[in-house]
């Protein structure tokens, strides 16, 4: 009895072993060269955006990452940018020698501390920039490519 026991007890383990490992690949993230590391390291990225009368536009912003997820914090003109952006809710961003053409920008009303905190933490100019206006906080969130198709 004592000998199934401890191969069911194997099996298990074997089991939720496949099952965490599998999860954690599927967690990985799908976009090449997206690394948050980077983004944490970066003194600051360029986003681009398109307004209908202006044309593009790059904005170089303050970025901080909070577990694993890049956030930044606009001000009143990049607001602006933002929300005239004809590809809204996506952004072009560049950060180090790496471009990414589609990367989401998602309001995060609920991290306005947080990332204020970190902003704190990681610029020393904040202690100025702090008191400005931001009326947005957003996590950035990049997406893949579609796969190209083959052209006949």
Excluded at 30 to 49: C, E, N
Aim: glycine share 2%; net charge negative.
């Amino acid at each position: 009895m004592k000998i199934y026991r401890i191969a069911n007890l194997a099996i298990l383990s074997l089991v939720l072993s496949i099952a965490f490992a599998t999860a954690a690949c599927a967690a990985d993230n799908t976009v090449p060269g997206w690394d948050p590391a980077v983004l944490r390291d970066a003194s600051t990225i360029k986003v681009m955006t398109t307004e209908p009368d202006a044309g593009e536009h790059w904005s170089n912003l303050w970025v901080v990452v909070i577990d694993g997820q890049p956030y930044v914090r606009l001000g009143d003109r990049s607001y602006v940018r933002i929300q005239r952006n004809t590809t809204k809710p996506y952004v072009k961003l560049k950060v180090a020698d790496q471009e990414f053409d589609k990367v989401k920008v998602e309001e995060m009303p609920d991290m306005k501390d947080k990332v204020a905190a970190a902003m704190a933490d990681k610029y020393w100019m904040d202690v100025l920039i702090r008191h400005e206006s931001h009326p947005m906080v957003a996590r950035l969130v990049p997406e893949a490519a579609p796969p190209e198709t083959p052209s006949h």
